[in-house]
């Protein structure tokens, strides 16, 4: 459906956000006609989101900005057994410690999305923990699980894929999507939230929601899920060669998540500025237009304005002037992403292998060896074909640093401490 009434859906139609809701006109009429509240659940299975979640981040800032309420909801409770949608085997099973650590890592990133508060439209942040460790077995299963047919649950493709490839699906897996409706039902009675939304991959579990909603309350919740998206190549979104793209600064320094989206593929410009900035359409659209090598300076706008969302406006201009100075005047700048070595450890002399490892330019020793063996790692912009180099003190620039490439954009600079 096109042309929606209400500003939030329009807003994410014409970005490109929906894929799919389960009842486009009476949702559309919710949304032009009252305050709404919905929300969307992460799970807490490591101390940061990476940019594959981003997509659900800003559907709750539009949500927000369009007048309504947002729920980020943190699964405290859920991520003790973790969402087995379309995984090959089970997630490895999380403390209480590891997930309390995960989830004050995780928050962080919200404020600089969401306005938190107690007005009528300031966002909230809950816990499923709150209402699922305190749940009484036998009840939920006779107050709950009643509703449930394992008929229809094995009918789900994030369930019927594991079974025919014929990998096993505990019995605490199954009921994940029975938790996650649970979760939907009690956010309606604590805060009226009639929305859950999503990827694509999550359609059957809110779907679950919806119905549990429908026989418990006797209300009607509504499901919106927003593509799965891969770039231009068929890559997945929030991954590379070398590992997730975290939104977390101590995981992954700005200057590197601003070059990640400046490497974004032509043909990915224009929708990649719809979904992760807040640009107005006029403006994309002719960022969307230029050709050739004038499309570097769109991929530039991109990275900037994503990065100034998450880490700040400062950090996004500190990260494009790095860039600037790196890659258009060759020379070395504060701002690129630095690695510590004990002064000591240098003197002795540190293999390249470790080095390149320590630096997070290769995740092994045995990645590390293939990048040298083909060519693409400099030692003070020198080419190295030497595995088994011995880096020492002897290599410090004048500045008393180390510069350590990998290809043409990655840089890091070693300093001893």
């Known amino acids: 459906m096109s042309g929606f009434k209400s500003e939030f859906l329009q807003t994410l139609s014409e ?3 929906i894929h799919q809701t389960s009842n486009d006109q009476g949702l559309d009429e919710l949304f032009a006609t009252t305050t709404v509240t919905g929300y969307i659940g992460f799970d807490a299975t490591a101390k940061s989101l990476h940019a594959g979640s981003l997509i659900q981040i800003m559907m709750l800032h539009w949500m927000q900005k369009t007048g309504h309420r947002p729920i980020a909801l943190m699964g405290g409770g859920t991520s003790m057994i973790g969402d087995p949608s379309f995984k090959d085997e089970a997630r490895k099973l999380l403390t209480v410690n590891d997930i309390a650590a ?15 508060g107690d007005g009528p ?3 909230v942040m809950a816990n499923n923990a709150d209402w699922l460790l305190g749940l009484n077995y036998v009840e939920f299963l006779r107050d709950v699980g009643r509703h449930f047919s394992v008929n229809r649950m094995l009918s789900f493709d994030s369930v019927k894929l594991r079974l025919d490839r014929e990998q096993s699906l505990s019995f605490l897996e199954f009921n994940y999507m029975i938790l996650q409706a649970y979760d939907f039902v009690e956010l309606y009675r604590r805060t009226g939230c009639r929305l859950q939304m999503g990827g694509s991959d999550q359609w059957g579990n809110i779907v679950n929601g919806i119905d549990l909603g429908r026989r418990m309350e006797d209300v009607e919740l509504f499901c919106l899920t927003s593509p799965l998206l891969t770039t231009s190549s068929g890559a997945k979104m929030g991954k590379t060669a070398n590992g997730a793209v975290w939104l977390n600064a101590e995981m992954l320094s700005p200057y590197d998540f601003w070059q990640y989206w400046r490497n974004t593929e032509d043909a990915d410009v224009g929708r990649f500025l719809k979904l992760y900035t807040t640009l107005p359409m006029a403006e994309i659209a002719k960022l969307e237009a230029l050709g ?6 769109a991929k530039k706008i991109l990275a900037t304005e994503i990065t100034a969302l998450l880490h700040g406006r400062e950090a996004a201009e500190a990260s494009a002037e790095t860039a600037r100075k790196t890659f258009e005047e060759g020379t070395l700048s504060e701002n690129l992403p630095t690695v510590e070595i004990a002064a000591g450890d240098l003197q002795s002399g540190v293999g390249l292998l470790a080095l390149l490892v320590k630096a997070g330019l ?17 030692l003070n912009d020198d080419q190295v074909s030497d595995e088994r180099m011995i880096v020492d003190a002897s290599r410090l620039t004048g500045d008393g640093i180390i510069k350590l490439s990998l290809g043409k954009k990655r840089h890091v600079l070693v300093k001893p401490v």
């Open 121 to 123: 439209k300031d966002a």
């Open 292 to 297: 050739g090598s004038e499309i570097n300076e």
């Open 15 to 17: 970005r490109g956000f």
């Open 362 to 378: 290769a995740g092994s020793n045995g990645e590390a060896r293939r990048h040298v063996q083909g060519g693409a790692v400099r």
């Open 102 to 116: 995960n989830l004050e890592g995780i928050r962080r990133v919200f404020s600089r999305y969401l306005s938190f």
